[in-house]
Every structure is written in structure tokens, then in C-alpha cells.
């Protein structure tokens, strides 16, 4: 993974951490409902888990079974994996993947705040890069992501890694961001540094292909027509997949030039909070880029 990325991530990432954004924040649990989760599944996890990152719902797709072990790439606060972890019950196993150490330490603090005070005994976490998994080979039945896969720089590396952990026949279930058409330069350019999730997406036909190149089949990638916009329910958000600049630019400061889904750049003081919204009121976001539902047997 790119140096100057992963750094860049990495202190967003963890400025969000420390914020501690959570679904008590009426925009935050609007914009979870708008990708999906129900009122239902929202309650019964601890609130500080759910940080409005997400792009789609892939628990509610994932089809996860009794004793089943799943992992989620990019788990952040715990969110889709407390989920999981219901699903696949005490005799599975629900294991979060993130290389932000705040988001894992935050996670942790998750787990213990399990609604029944007894936490969770079939969850764990681990500091790794989704590139790079800690895990052995053929041992996951199902590999869940939120909006991170279009993160990582290298996404071939990504796929083959999932490729590997996979058992024979096991599935891939992600909701990410893709590119219905190429962006043209200048939106590139602007919304690299404002809306990180479409500047990491790829076009729908290349993750396609990149699936298949690593050994997956039956790869099907669908647009889930859901409002990027939906983003906008939370108070001074910058972007799609991103918390509110407000409460987290004093907290982060980057000098890396790079960045991508759920990273956009800082909001310099001398910035315009509109500014984002003038861009996508110029280039409306839903016309190049989608949050889709990704399927994949290996």
C-alpha cells in the first residue's frame, strides 16, 4: 500500500476515532437507515459503533449462517461486526480487520458495551492492513467490507488476499463505492480533495474483472441505487463517506496530497464548508459514481 495513503487513512481514520461520532447523532443514524440498517439492527449494538461510514448494509446480504466465520475488512467501530457476530452465534466467529489502532481500541471499547452487559465472546479485532491478512489460508466462509475495499491502492492485492482466506466455495459480500463512467479531470482533481470515496472507486466493469483475475467467479457487481447525497442528513458533512469536517479538522492535519473513500482531504480554516456542495451542484455525484452491492464465490 502507497505510504503517503495508508498515512493519510490512518490519520483521518483515527481522528474519527477520537471524535467518537455515533448513531446519538440524528444525521449519523439517518444516513445508516438511507444504506440499509434497520432501526432494529441499530438498536441492538452499541450506538458509539455506528459513525455514518457506511455505503450499504453487506450483513443483510451476506446470508451468514450458524458457526460460520466471517470477516469484515475495514471494521472500524464494530458496526458490521457486532451484526455478524449475532448471525453466526457463539459457536462462529465475527473478526474485524482495520489498520487504525484507534479504530481498533474503539471497537474494543464497543465490545464491552455489549446491550446484554456480558460483551461479545465470539468477536475479536486485529491491527492489519486488508491487503496483508492475518489470517490463514482457506479458513473464512464469508468476507464482508463497508465502503474500504475502494480504499486500499492496490485492489488486485486486496482480491487475492480475499481470495486466499477464503475457503473452497466460501463468498464475498461488500457494499462499496464504483464509478459508473471515468471522471472528468477537473471533477477528479476537486473531488479527490472533498468527496474521498469516488476519488478510490474504480469502474464497475474493472472491479469486475479485477474479482475474476483473482480467482473468483459468479462476480456480480450491482448498483444499489441508493442517494449519495444521503451523506448530507449529517450536520457540516464534506463528502460522501465522511463525518462532519467540524468535529474532526482540528484533529487531523495532513500534509499528504493523496487520499480516497472516507478520507477526503482537511478543510483548511479559510475553506468554505459550501464548497463541497457547490461542486456537487455543478457535477452531481449519483451520475458518476454508485454505492453498490459486490457478490463473489471463490
Do not use: W
Not at 486488508?130 to 492496490?154: G, M, R, W
Not at 477464503?166 to 476537486?190: C, F, H, N, T, Y
Amino acid at each position: 500500500m502507497s505510504t503517503n495513503i495508508e498515512d493519510a487513512v490512518k490519520t483521518r481514520y483515527g481522528a474519527v476515532a477520537v471524535a467518537n461520532l455515533s448513531s446519538k447523532d440524528e444525521g449519523v443514524h439517518a444516513v445508516a437507515e438511507a444504506f440499509g440498517y434497520s432501526a432494529e439492527e441499530l438498536a441492538a449494538i452499541p450506538a458509539e459503533a455506528n459513525m455514518g461510514l457506511s455505503c450499504g448494509n453487506p450483513t443483510a446480504m451476506a446470508n451468514l449462517r450458524e458457526g460460520e466465520v466471517v470477516v469484515d475488512l475495514g471494521s472500524g467501530g464494530g458496526l458490521d461486526v457486532f451484526l455478524a457476530a449475532a448471525k453466526v452465534g457463539p459457536a462462529g466467529k465475527a473478526i474485524g480487520i482495520d489498520m487504525t489502532p484507534e479504530m481498533i481500541e474503539l471497537a474494543l471499547r464497543n465490545a464491552a458495551r455489549a446491550k446484554d452487559g456480558q460483551g461479545y465472546s465470539n468477536v475479536e479485532f486485529h491491527l492489519a492492513t486488508i491487503d496483508e491478512l492475518p489470517l490463514a489460508d482457506n479458513s473464512v466462509d464469508c468476507v464482508i467490507s463497508n465502503c474500504v475495499i475502494n480504499l486500499a491502492p492496490d485492489k488486485p492485492a486486496v482480491f487475492r488476499e480475499i481470495a486466499r482466506v477464503l475457503k473452497p466455495g466460501g463468498r464475498l459480500a461488500v457494499s462499496d463505492i464504483a464509478l459508473k463512467q471515468s471522471l472528468p479531470p477537473e471533477v477528479g482533481q476537486d473531488i479527490m480533495a472533498y468527496v474521498g470515496c469516488i476519488a478510490g472507486a474504480i469502474l464497475v466493469e474493472d472491479y469486475k474483472r479485477q474479482l475474476s483475475d483473482a480467482g473468483f467467479s459468479q462476480v456480480q457487481v450491482i448498483d444499489s441505487n441508493s442517494d449519495l447525497n444521503a451523506y448530507a442528513k449529517i450536520e457540516n458533512q464534506s463528502g460522501c463517506c465522511s463525518p462532519p469536517m467540524t468535529q474532526i479538522a482540528s484533529e487531523a492535519r495532513l500534509s499528504s496530497g493523496a487520499y480516497s473513500c472516507c478520507a477526503p482531504s482537511p478543510v483548511r480554516e479559510e475553506q468554505p464548508l459550501n464548497a463541497l456542495a457547490e461542486l456537487l451542484r455543478r457535477y452531481h455525484v449519483n451520475d458518476y459514481a454508485a454505492s453498490v452491492k459486490v457478490f463473489a464465490i471463490k
